[in-house]
């Protein structure tokens, strides 16, 4: 059985949208029999797929498994680059280092690497992100934006506006982004962003921006140490979502939402950040590697820097730190 064309079929068949296509036509499309057809149906059966056959009319497809194999993220795809390469494997150590592995091996922006499981998701200095299989996005994007290397942290908030959006749009949930990285619902976190960077001397050579997204988690599968801190979509709507809906989703508005950026800079992206900010107007406690100030988040500046006003009246430029209310 050639499993290429199976997963065209099942793109094929999702493009559709629940109409009917007949065995002949799918037949004349692959170049296969109208037996071949069968068989290859049978195997998408068998792989999760719901599939109707009815008489003179042919194939359609009613219901399909949330796997991230390419075929059935790419069908549907709005995007013009962003994820029209799929790097997809069921388990890996880390995305970021599959894709920090095909960047440099060249290949172009907008290539995505998808895991149905990491065993050592990272996140920021070298913490762990908890990615059980089959229940979040854990995801991978490939940039090669001409900016030079000190814009780099704003990637990481144009990617948050872009994850809201797609959480917003896919379940109607509202969640907020925290600086700099972290997308919480009802105060807990929900996806974490991760941006890191190839560079030389003549700038960005490659942005690496991860993204692990809590999707399907019920409490009990996440870890002790997690407890009352992370949720999932699941948890938070009450019922499953699509993943690959999702990714879909998250690709579209980072290509949107980067082209933007780059057309016209961070000022709108700045306001739109804002907009579905946590921090800024509160009372926060910034732990930092070498001292914790707390104060007011007055703004983030045109390079995503947070400024904190501590009572003194001096305010901080914070260029990374963890971020806790204080009120
Ligand atoms: P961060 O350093 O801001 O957050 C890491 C912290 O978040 C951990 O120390 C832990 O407290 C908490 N945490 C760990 N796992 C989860 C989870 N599943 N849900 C909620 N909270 C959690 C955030 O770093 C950036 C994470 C990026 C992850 C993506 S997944 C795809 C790509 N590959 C990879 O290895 N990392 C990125």
Redesign the pocket.
């Known amino acids: 059985m050639n499993i290429t064309v199976t997963h065209k079929l099942a793109k094929r068949l999702i493009e559709a949208e629940g109409e009917a296509l007949s065995g002949q036509q799918l037949a004349d499309e692959f170049g296969i029999s109208r037996t071949a057809v069968w068989k290859h149906i049978k195997e998408l059966e068998e792989m999760g797929y719901t599939i109707h056959s009815v008489k003179k009319k042919g194939y359609s497809l009613s219901g399909s498994p949330d796997s991230l194999q390419p075929a059935a993220v790419q069908a549907l795809l709005k995007t013009r680059s962003l994820g029209r390469e799929i790097e997809y494997v069921p388990t890996c150590?880390?995305?970021?280092?599959i894709a920090h592995q095909l960047a440099q091996e060249g290949k172009p922006a907008g290539t995505v690497v998808l895991?149905e499981e990491?065993t050592?998701?990272?996140?920021?200095?070298a913490?762990?992100?908890?990615?059980?299989a089959g229940k979040?996005?854990?995801?991978?994007v490939i940039l090669r934006p001409a900016v030079v290397p000190q814009k780099a942290p704003q990637f990481t908030l144009v990617a948050a506006v872009a994850v809201v959006r797609a959480i917003e749009e896919v379940t109607g949930l509202k969640p907020e982004i925290k600086w700099p990285?972290?997308i919480l619902i009802a105060g807990?976190?929900?996806?974490?962003?991760?941006t890191e960077l190839q560079s030389d001397a003549d700038g960005i050579q490659a942005l690496i921006i991860?993204?692990?997204l809590?999707a399907n988690?019920d409490a009990a599968d996440?870890p002790a140490?997690?407890a009352g801190?992370?949720?999932s979509l699941k948890m938070e709507s009450g019922s499953g979502v699509s993943r690959q809906e999702l990714v879909r989703a998250i690709l579209y508005h980072l290509e949107v939402y980067t082209d933007l950026y780059i057309s016209q800079g961070f000022g709108l992206l700045k306001t739109i950040w804002e907009g579905y900010s946590s921090t800024i107007g509160n009372q926060v406690r910034a732990r930092m590697a070498k001292e914790t100030l707390t104060g007011i988040a007055e703004s983030i500046t045109e390079d995503g820097v947070l400024q904190l006003r501590t009572p003194d009246g001096k305010l901080h430029s914070i260029y990374s730190a963890?971020i806790e209310m204080a009120n």
Not at 93 to 97: D, L, M
Not at 136 to 140: D, N, T
Request: glycine fraction near 14%.
């Open positions: 150590a880390s995305t970021q280092i895991a990491q050592a998701g990272r996140g920021r200095l913490r762990k992100w908890d990615s059980a979040g996005i854990w995801m991978s990285n972290d807990r976190k929900c996806t974490g962003i991760l991860g993204i692990g809590n988690q996440f140490e997690l801190i992370a949720t963890d």
